[in-house]
């Protein structure tokens, strides 16, 4: 098994930052990659960011200039870094992660989410 645990999220001032945490753990050989995704209300999930093992990295083009997502790779975390905060990125933020385990299976892991709520 592997879980996801995000922290981080809550309420702030457009203009403001707020960092998201993601820390996975289980049976994990090695992960592939590392992604947050986000779902307002009334709205399809969208990806905001992956990062690779290979620490390449993709944004939507909403968050571009804006978000950075980062990994320690030794506490198996991904960070995601969000400045100047806009009330659109109100959603709840779901963490996710391709992992292979030891038998080498490839697992899409879900975190619970985490709302991030971005008043004006």
């Known amino acids: 098994q592997v879980q996801l645990v995000e922290s981080g999220g809550g309420l702030v001032q457009a203009g403001g930052s707020l960092r998201l945490s993601c820390g996975a753990s289980?049976?994990?050989?090695?992960?592939?990659?590392m992604g947050w995704y986000r779902q307002a209300p009334g709205n399809q999930r969208e990806l905001v960011a992956v990062i690779t093992s290979g620490s390449s990295t993709n944004y939507a083009d909403s968050v571009k200039g804006r978000f950075t997502i980062s990994t320690d790779n030794a506490k198996n975390t991904v960070y995601l870094q969000m400045n100047s905060l806009k009330p659109e990125d109100t959603g709840v933020y779901s963490c996710?992660?391709?992992?292979?385990?030891?038998?080498?299976?490839?697992?899409?892991?879900w975190g619970q989410g985490t709302q991030v709520t971005v008043s004006s």
């Open positions: 996710y992660a391709e992992t292979v385990s030891y038998t080498q299976v490839r697992i899409i892991t």
């Open positions: 289980g049976s994990i050989l090695r992960i592939n990659f």
